[in-house]
């Protein structure tokens, strides 16, 4: 068994992108810039847009963290990310999900300027990665890609089975594993809350991404010899073996797993290190302008 390591794949990438930053700067252009909107005091979302800002910080880009109290009205949302769409000295924007129920995810999602729409949720965004054209791709997605990129997993003509069919991560990750680019080439099954004896479709599949949510969902029975596991899952779950009570999940029984998989990824250390990679990424080619849309 191999692990897909988050922690050496993430290190690489970032250094990579710390290089290419110095290179830019030092020809005299200003570094890549993301902005991110938080709204309210979700404990997960502080968490990650912490992580973000750190993340920046750490590949030499600047960030700009701008809080709203809860009770923001969505049309006092919309016009604040009117005004960075027009701000030139910015990349990137994310708003952190989830917003209040109040607040219209989808107005919200498609006021972002596609060119700044680093979390690719934008529906110009998604339309143009399911025609394989030069788009932002959703982070997590994404990393999932550049994790398979790092550790040279060759994924053409095998199959994959995708548990989830989320707008965030099952849905899109089925487009990019079967467009006709490496890795990808894949013969896709998205399997959701729907789908009749999944077991039998997971144990018959090369590659399996579970992004459901439901810890330690995939057992060992569900998985063929020698295949390759990416766990998507980190859902907070009581422990009584840490001192804050509580302990990170991932959506695969990994003790049990594990022996069989040719290659399998932690949780933590694993899919959610890549999904910072990737929205560094995305950061970085909106400040290069590679996307013209
Ligand atoms: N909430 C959970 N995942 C994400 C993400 O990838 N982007 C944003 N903006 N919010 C999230």
Redesign the pocket.
Known sequence: MNLLDGKVASAVWKYTMAEEVKAMVSKGQRPPHLCAILVGNNGA?ET?VASKVKNCAEVGFESSLIRFEDTITEAELLQKIKEINQDDSIDGL?????LPPRISVQKVTEAISPSKDV?G?HPINSGRMLQNLPCYI???PYGILLMLEHFKINTTGKSCAIIGRSN?VGMPMSVLMALNNEPGNCTVTLCHSRTKDLGSVTSKSDIIIAALGKPYFLKADMVREGAIVIDVGITRVPSDKTKSGFKLAGDVDFDNVAPKCSWISPVPGGVGLM?IIG?LKNTLRAAKKEISF
């Open positions: 979302s990650y994310i708003v952190q999900l989830p979390d949720f959703p982070a997590t965030i999904t929205l």
